[in-house]
């Protein structure tokens, strides 16, 4: 028998209790973060992308311990906050944005992939990490501007045949000129699925033509974070 997952969050909360997902402050179960965290997230502009609030904040703090801090367990409070913002998803499946193969072996795991785990196992949808790659490694968006953004990923992603015939999302981390998801989206659509939307954690407004996040320092997951990573992907496929 398989217990409902919220069953086994609720378990594993009692064996672990829930943190902040900005400053590690003791939240509430359900709860992604702590009150004063929370009230420097903003909601989303309105977009073609449902994301869970606009980029700053915590929600700017916890996506760079996710991305950067080798913190894959924030994934969890995030996701959730993510499967709440989704609202109904009519798809076969969910396809994390990949990072290049340079940037996976750096970070340790794709936190786009353990966003999208995270939703796929609380709709009981599948996660398909293998139907969209990266052709080649382009700069990390976050240091270019809006004309460099789009001209850095045309092109960058390949799609496999085994999309075919598929309703997908797209699922990011952050979404900002919307660059990533067209480029990704076209390799999917090409190689003929149907690509009905993305889901991003945070929608962030690029000021001109200048680069809206300095560039942290990658830190190396330590073993458990890996673990926590590989936990997070290993969900019911
Ligand atoms: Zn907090």
Excluded at 122 to 128: D, F, I
Aim: proline share 8%; charged share 25%.
């Amino acid at each position: 028998m398989r217990l409902p997952s919220r069953a086994v969050d609720l378990f594993a909360a009692l064996l672990s209790p829930p943190r902040c997902a900005a400053c590690d402050a003791a939240v509430p179960f359900l709860r992604a973060f702590c009150a004063a965290c929370a009230a420097t997230c903003l909601p989303p502009d309105d977009g073609p992308v449902r994301a869970t609030g606009a980029y700053g904040g915590a929600m700017a703090t916890a996506i760079s311990r996710l991305k950067f801090g080798g913190r894959p367990d924030v994934a969890v409070p995030l996701g959730d906050l993510l499967d709440a913002a989704a609202g109904a998803l009519d798809v076969d499946a969910i396809v994390p944005v990949p990072l290049g193969r340079e940037r996976l072996r750096e970070r340790g795991y794709n936190q786009a992939a353990l966003l999208g785990a995270r939703v796929g196992r609380a709709r009981g949808l599948p996660q398909e990490t293998s139907w969209l790659r990266r052709a080649r490694e382009s700069a990390p968006q976050a240091t270019l501007g809006r004309a460099a953004r789009a001209r850095n990923v045309a092109g960058a992603f390949a799609a496999s045949p085994a999309c075919r015939g598929a309703r997908v999302v797209l699922v990011d981390d952050v979404v900002t000129t919307g660059a990533t998801l067209r480029a990704a989206e076209e390799a999917l659509e090409e190689a003929g699925a149907r690509v009905i939307g993305g889901l991003a954690v945070a929608v962030a407004l690029l000021d001109g033509d200048a680069p809206e996040v300095p560039l942290a320092a990658t830190r190396a997951p330590s073993e458990p974070a890996r673990r926590d990573a590989r936990a997070l992907l290993a969900h019911d496929r």
